[in-house]
C-alpha cells in the first residue's frame, strides 16, 4: 500500500529502491528556499548498511506489513554477551534465537525477563525495540568526594549488564538508577 513521505515514521518497515528498509529516524526540513522534503535515516534489511535518504514531500512509498511480537528476553545463549540471545514469545511460548549484529549496541542494556518489541517479516527477525528506559542497579563507580557540592559534572559508572554510564556524584554502588535505551543517559533514580 503505497504512502506519502510525509507519513513515514520511525520503526516503519518500507520498500525503498527496491530494498526492505526499517525506518530509524525522520525529520521535515523545511528550507528558506525551495520545496519542504523529509530526511529519513534507513537501514537496509539485507545488508545492515544505514543510509540518510532525502524524499520529496509527494514521494510514494511502499509500506510493508510486518508482524510485532512481544516477546520476553531470557537469556543470552553464549553466556559472555555475545549472543546468540534468547526470547520467548508471550503468546505462544515459542523461544527464538536473535543474533548480536540484529540487537546491535542495544543488547547492553537487556535484562533478563525484560520485554521487549520484535519486528519479524517472512519469518525473518528485522530488529527489537527496547522499553523507552530501563531500571539497573549500580554495580561498581567512584565514591562521591567528601564536602563536594552540587555540580552537573557526571562519573562514570558500571550497571548490572555490564555497561558504562554516566551518572550524577551522588549515585552510590547498589542504588538503582533508570536509563534511557536510546540514548544511554542516565535519567534519575528508580
Given amino acids: 500500500m503505497p ?4 507519513d513515514v515514521k520511525r520503526g516503519q ?30 537501514k537496509n534489511v539485507d545488508t545492515g548498511t544505514i543510509k540518510v535518504n532525502r524524499l520529496n514531500s509527494s514521494d510514494k512509498l511502499e509500506d510493508v506489513t510486518i508482524d510485532r511480537r512481544t516477546m520476553q528476553y531470557l537469556y543470552d545463549a553464549s553466556g559472555h554477551g555475545k549472543g546468540p540471545y534468547v526470547f520467548m514469545d508471550q503468546e505462544s511460548y515459542d523461544q527464538t534465537e536473535i543474533e548480536a549484529d540484529a540487537l546491535g549496541d542495544q543488547s547492553q542494556w537487556l535484562l533478563e525477563n525484560l520485554e521487549c518489541i520484535v519486528m519479524v517479516f517472512d519469518g525473518r527477525v528485522l530488529g527489537v525495540e527496547l522499553p523507552p528506559s530501563v531500571e539497573l542497579e549500580v554495580t561498581d563507580t567512584a565514591p562521591q568526594p567528601k564536602g563536594a557540592t552540587a555540580t552537573n559534572q557526571l562519573k562514570e559508572a558500571t550497571v548490572q549488564t555490564g555497561a558504562r554510564v554516566r551518572v550524577p556524584p551522588f549515585i552510590e554502588i547498589g542504588q538503582v538508577v533508570k536509563i534511557s535505551t536510546e540514548t544511554g543517559d542516565y535519567m534519575g533514580k528508580a
Fill in 3 to 6: 504512502i506519502k513521505a510525509t
Fill in 13 to 42: 518497515a518500507l520498500m525503498y529502491e527496491g530494498q526492505l528498509q526499517v525506518v530509524l529516524s525522520t525529520e521535515h526540513v523545511k528550507p528558506g528556499k525551495g520545496p519542504a522534503y523529509v530526511q529519513a535515516r534507513m
